[in-house]
């Protein structure tokens, strides 16, 4: 049986275009029951506070950089969106007084026009937000060198190849409005994958990349970054890959209800939980990571209802 076209963008592929029996069992979740999603490889936690919520994945960045040393380099791959953790993992080191000089951190992904990365003067670049929001404000002498930070802005081989020498912790994400981590956005709906999107297998062999974006993440980072304006918002990024995704010990993932909806958060958790992936949602294809954690800010998982307003 033909899946339907999406509703969101016909040519391309999102989780309108799954099985509505599966949207609805997503649908109808409690929040209770969300946190008892957890199986082994996956756990859902919960938090009652933004502010235990945002301290818990500003030490994420405290947990990883303690254990890099020279001669085991480790790190985090961390996102921008969401972004208020960043101010607190430089308070944090400064006021702990924590020498992360030997750390390491990925931005997971990079805006691109014309081919090119954007500058660091750009009003969107994640690379700029990184600096202003964290490393920027962290006390030189704890400072970790600029060339421990790594950017998909230049050789993105090499960016690739980073993560194969130093040891990736963990790497942070949101979830978008497209169900999607860091850019790994759903694929267009042509050629091979015109009938039926790719694989679960043939989507985890991408690495970091420069990729067009879903007109749902176009729209959305206007909303959330750009005050609406979406002619401020790149088509393409570049952005980290399922390859050095599955090289991260472990995939933790942010949701305080800022970037998708109750029905979003609770549709990616029900398909990992049950093993269910499709590249369609790409944040399913977490399923098959050996070490998933989905942190939620409680009451942003709400419920699921009609309302007009």
């Given at each position: 049986?033909?899946?339907?076209?999406?509703?969101?963008?016909?040519?391309?592929?999102?989780y309108t275009t799954l099985d509505p029996e599966l949207l609805k069992d997503a649908a109808k979740l409690t929040?209770?029951?969300?946190?008892?999603?957890?199986?082994?490889?996956?756990?859902?936690?919960?938090?009652?506070?933004?502010?235990?919520?945002?301290?818990?994945?500003?030490?994420?960045?405290?947990?990883?950089?303690?254990?890099?040393?020279?001669?085991?380099?480790?790190?985090?791959?961390?996102?921008?969106?969401?972004?208020?953790?960043?101010?607190?993992?430089?308070?944090?080191?400064?006021?702990?007084?924590?020498?992360?000089?030997?750390?390491?951190?990925?931005?997971?992904?990079?805006?691109?026009?014309?081919?090119?990365?954007?500058?660091?003067?750009?009003?969107?670049?994640?690379?700029?937000?990184?600096?202003?929001?964290?490393?920027?404000?962290?006390?030189?002498?704890?400072?970790?060198?600029?060339?421990?930070?790594?950017?998909?802005?230049?050789?993105?081989?090499?960016?690739?190849?980073?993560?194969?020498?130093?040891?990736?912790?963990?790497?942070?994400?949101?979830?978008?409005?497209?169900?999607?981590?860091?850019?790994?956005?759903?694929?267009?709906?042509?050629?091979?994958?015109?009938?039926?999107?790719?694989?679960?297998?043939?989507?985890?062999?991408?690495?970091?990349?420069?990729?067009?974006?879903?007109?749902?993440?176009?729209?959305?980072?206007?909303?959330?970054?750009?005050?609406?304006?979406?002619?401020?918002?790149?088509?393409?990024?570049?952005?980290v890959g399922p390859v050095e995704t599955w090289k991260a010990e472990k995939v933790s993932i942010w949701q305080?209800?800022?970037?998708?909806?109750?029905?979003?958060?609770?549709?990616?958790?029900?398909?990992?939980?049950?093993?269910?992936?499709?590249?369609?949602?790409?944040?399913?294809?977490?399923?098959?990571?050996?070490?998933?954690?989905?942190?939620?800010?409680?009451?942003?998982?709400?419920?699921?209802?009609?309302?007009?307003?």
């Open positions: 049986m033909a899946r339907p076209l999406s509703k969101l963008a016909p040519d391309w592929w999102d929040a209770r029951q969300v946190e008892r999603l957890s199986r082994p490889g996956f756990r859902v936690v919960m938090y009652d506070t933004l502010e235990d919520f945002y301290l818990a994945e500003a030490l994420e960045y405290i947990q990883a950089w303690r254990q890099s040393t020279a001669d085991n380099p480790c790190g985090i791959c961390g996102p921008i969106g969401p972004t208020e953790q960043l101010p607190l993992v430089a308070r944090l080191v400064n006021e702990l007084e924590l020498d992360v000089r030997e750390g390491h951190f990925w931005g997971m992904d990079e805006w691109v026009e014309n081919g090119q990365p954007v500058p660091a003067d750009h009003p969107l670049s994640f690379a700029r937000a990184d600096w202003d929001l964290c490393f920027g404000r962290i006390h030189p002498k704890l400072r970790m060198p600029k060339d421990h930070l790594h950017f998909p802005t230049g050789d993105l081989a090499a960016y690739s190849y980073s993560y194969d020498f130093i040891r990736c912790v963990v790497m942070q994400g949101g979830q978008g409005d497209i169900k999607h981590w860091a850019f790994n956005d759903p694929p267009r709906r042509r050629g091979r994958w015109k009938d039926a999107p790719p694989p679960p297998v043939e989507y985890r062999k991408l690495r970091t990349r420069v990729t067009d974006l879903h007109p749902v993440t176009i729209m959305q980072n206007a909303r959330t970054s750009g005050g609406g304006q979406v002619n401020l918002v790149p088509t393409q990024a570049a952005t305080a209800g800022m970037h998708d909806n109750p029905f979003g958060m609770r549709l990616t958790a029900w398909m990992i939980s049950k093993g269910i992936a499709d590249s369609a949602v790409p944040m399913s294809l977490l399923a098959d990571h050996p070490n998933v954690q989905f942190n939620f800010y409680r009451p942003a998982l709400a419920e699921v209802k009609t309302e007009m307003h």
